[in-house]
């Protein structure tokens, strides 16, 4: 019985072309996409500039504490001239719902880096520093000074009444060393403290920043021939879903290819690769087919074939006719992922042991 299972009916007529000739425009994110503390991530930059000779780029972050000028900057430095105007940061998504919801001049109590309180205050609002000042809302981003005494602030204001918008909910933030507390950790603090929820997260996994940057792009902009490209499951990914775009995960970050391969459904990448030369190795709107038995299950995808069989519960991977176990390209990985989630979609356990690099239980 073969099955069809995701609508991929909008791809149909471009199967086989790569991504980076396939979608117009790619929002990418940048902490363990293009850059982990201040290094480049391997691969990301030549395979970007490749990229740009036939699509169009924009950098999407969720770190408000950085201006659109110095992201531009970093990236250029690292060796691929970006311009400020395409790079759109979490503190543009949390002005803009500030505006949608609190009256212009209103004092705004501004936990985050200068640029952020700049950003607010070019939105129009009053900037205050304490708790004392009356604030009618607490806008939190996270900034590398960020102490206690400014998440105290952010506390008492709440217990006030101010309403409170978060720039964004990531818990870790990678680092050269490793994986340091994000934003979403230090939100954790004051919730705790308060009992107040954020009332607005504006960065990913909203869809806010997606969708500003393709206004931003065009008017007339098809939304298929956008790509999300993201490290994180829970933020780049679930807003690309949200938002109905395609997306590509890259494992230059926080995810690890087991991750993916045990996504929850809304957290699915469309493509899955090691790193950005994905963009042009792998091919876009490829659609799976799944063969379902009595004693197996398969997906076919592109020159990809994953089986699993019932009574073993081992996936086998095939690239043609020969058996793969490690070193798996994008269009593999992504073929085992659909395996992956049709099975957990379906309740049936597999095992993974065949696989080698593929770090599951
Ligand atoms: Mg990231």
């Given at each position: 019985m073969t099955t069809p299972y995701d609508d991929n009916e909008h791809h149909s007529y471009a199967e086989g072309c790569s991504l980076s000739s396939f979608y117009s425009l790619a929002l990418l994110d940048l902490d363990g996409v293009i850059y982990r503390g201040h290094d480049a991530v391997p691969y990301a930059i030549e395979s970007l500039r490749h990229a740009s000779q036939q699509m169009s780029l924009r950098y999407v972050t969720n770190?408000?504490?950085?201006?659109c000028d110095d992201v531009a900057q970093h990236i250029t430095h690292l060796g691929l001239p970006v311009q400020p105007s395409h790079v759109m940061t979490s503190a543009d998504a949390v002005a803009l719902a500030l505006q949608q919801r609190i009256p212009a001049s209103a004092p705004v109590l501004v936990v985050g880096s200068s640029t952020l309180q700049q950003r607010i205050y070019e939105a129009g609002y009053e900037i205050v520093h304490s708790a004392a000042d009356h604030p009618v809302a607490v806008v939190e981003g996270w900034f590398p000074q960020i102490g206690w005494s400014d998440l105290a602030q952010a506390a008492f204001a709440l217990e006030q009444g101010a309403l409170y918008f978060i720039t964004?909910?990531?818990?870790t933030l990678p680092q050269e060393q490793g994986l340091a507390p994000g934003n979403g950790s230090l939100v954790q603090t004051v919730v705790t403290a308060s009992g107040v929820e954020p009332l607005?997260?504006?960065?990913?996994?909203?869809p806010t920043l997606y969708r500003l940057c393709c206004r931003q792009y065009s008017?007339?902009?098809?939304?298929?021939r956008v790509l999300a490209v993201g490290d994180r499951l829970d933020t780049d990914i679930l807003a690309a879903n949200r938002g109905g775009y395609d997306s590509l995960c890259v494992l230059?970050?926080?995810?690890?290819f087991s991750d993916v391969l045990h996504a929850s459904r809304d957290q699915r990448p469309t493509y899955v690769s090691a790193d950005l030369r994905g963009l042009m190795t792998l091919r876009a709107c490829l659609t799976p087919t799944y063969n379902h038995t009595d004693t197996s299950v398969e997906v076919s995808y592109g020159e990809t074939c994953a089986h699993y069989e019932m009574t073993s519960q081992h996936i086998t991977l095939y690239h043609g006719n020969e058996v793969r176990e490690s070193q798996f390209t994008g269009e593999e990985m992504t073929c085992v992922c659909y395996l992956s989630w049709y099975l957990s979609d379906h309740h049936i356990a597999a095992s993974y042991k065949g696989l080698r690099g593929v770090e599951c239980v």
């Open positions: 770190n408000p504490s950085r201006s964004n909910r990531d818990l607005v997260s504006a960065g990913k996994p909203e008017s007339s902009l098809d939304r298929c230059t970050g926080v995810t690890r």
